[in-house]
């Protein structure tokens, strides 16, 4: 099991940016190495969404069409840490945002969009973008 933590949350004005910090702890090491990690968002009344997702050799990397050209994830396996670059923020981007480990990665090369694919979750930090 991986224990996830975010930070980096805010409230910001529109056109902004924000960079988010996901730091695994624990028995961490060698999961977080070996999993896949997702970025995820909800906002009030909606539901968990995909945001970005990063494999475990951090090669690949897949975005929601929002969000593409304006954030970048990546990971640093060596800190046990995933990153999510927010740039040019829009007040459709406000949420809680959570990251996610996917500790399926050796067996299945795919990162998955859904967030029951994922395995354990952070308790998600506040971004907040007003017009």
């Known amino acids: 099991q991986v224990q996830l933590v975010e930070s980096g949350g805010g409230l910001v004005q529109a056109g902004d940016s924000l960079s988010l910090t996901c730091a695994a702890s624990?028995?961490?090491?060698?999961?977080?190495?070996?999993?896949?990690m997702g970025w995820f968002r909800q906002a009030p009344g909606k539901e968990r969404e995909f945001v970005a997702g990063?494999?475990?050799?951090?090669?690949?990397?897949k975005y929601v069409d929002s969000v593409k050209g304006r954030f970048t994830i990546s990971r640093d396996n060596a800190k046990n840490t995933v990153y999510l670059q927010m740039n040019s923020l829009k007040s459709e981007d406000t949420g809680v945002y959570y990251c996610?480990?996917?500790?399926?990665?050796?067996?299945?090369?795919?990162?998955?969009?859904?967030?029951?694919?994922?395995?354990?979750w952070g308790q998600g930090t506040q971004v907040t973008v007003s017009l």
């Open positions: 996610a480990a996917d500790a399926k990665a050796l067996f299945n090369s795919i990162v998955s969009t859904t967030p029951t694919s994922y395995d354990d």
């Open positions: 624990g028995r961490a090491g060698r999961a977080f190495s070996t999993s896949h």
């Open positions: 990063i494999n475990w050799t951090g090669d690949i990397s």
